[in-house]
């Protein structure tokens, strides 16, 4: 019988459907989470120490997501057995960083059979034929994959720019806007492009005093912290 082929899932597309097994029981993703942002991430295995920091620190943060309106989703190719004990173990017996007795309480996909990792373009044969990769997709409240980022397996991720991440996309969104390199709320919005030699022209001669223009294709906003704030709330509560 011949293996089913997947194509990797790609920004913009929808996210792919799965059901699946859990440590907080069955989910169909991402139709459960209509309405919300998830973040669904996967990790190279259970009682490992890499992947018990990133457990450890998402777990630490699952509040901060939830505010934002997001959730979190993870999966490795173990077992779900393996998931519950190695949760509990994270719980009672390690502190890190000054985090201990942290209990996960989003949802850990047991995925042995690896078809949702298979799916999400998770395994890469040239890190291991056996493991999930590091993935990140962002997933927003229609189903649709916003953003995807991939992580060898030795190497750790990066939790606050994952959160930098979603409130720009969500700003992004909000606010018709792009988000310069390096961004956090309160800095500076890139405006869109002019979309013509008038609007060209009239940008570089008459931009009021909250528009800056580097040149004609280059022009900046202010967009106070408490102004993106105050919007992206009035959007969690819709």
């Known amino acids: ?18 059901k699946a097994t859990t440590t907080q029981g069955e989910i169909n993703f991402p139709t459960d989470y209509q309405g919300s942002w998830v973040i669904l991430f996967s990790h ?14 998402f777990a630490n943060m699952e509040s901060k997501f939830a505010e934002a309106n997001c959730k979190l989703v ?6 779900l057995y393996s998931h519950i004990a190695w949760l509990r173990t994270i719980k009672e017996k390690i502190e ?26 998770m395994m890469m044969p040239g890190e291991s034929n ?5 993935a990140v997709f962002f997933v927003d409240p229609t189903g649709t994959i916003r953003a995807i980022i991939y992580y060898p397996l ?19 969104d909000v606010f018709s806007v792009a988000t310069p390199a390096d961004w956090y709320p309160g800095d500076e919005v890139i405006v869109p492009t002019a979309g013509s030699c008038g609007v060209a022209k ?3 001669e008459s931009a009021d005093q909250n528009t800056k223009c580097y040149d004609w294709f280059f022009c900046t906003s202010k967009l106070d912290k408490d102004q993106v704030e105050k919007a992206l709330l009035k959007q969690y509560n819709q």
């Open 1 to 18: 019988m011949e293996e089913q082929v997947y194509s990797m899932p790609r920004i913009g597309e929808k996210a792919p459907l799965f």
């Open 44 to 57: 190279p295995a259970d009682f490992t120490p890499v992947c018990t920091s990133e457990f450890m620190t």
């Open 74 to 79: 993870g999966l490795s190719v173990d077992g």
């Open 96 to 121: 890190y960083k000054g985090m201990k007795d942290v209990e996960v309480k989003f949802p850990l996909i047991e995925d042995i059979t690896m078809e949702v990792a298979k799916k999400y373009g």
């Open 130 to 134: 056996t493991k999930a990769v590091r």
């Open 154 to 172: 030795s190497l750790g991720r990066n939790f606050d720019e994952l959160y930098r991440a979603l409130i720009a996309m969500q700003t992004a």
């Open 202 to 204: 009239e940008r570089m």
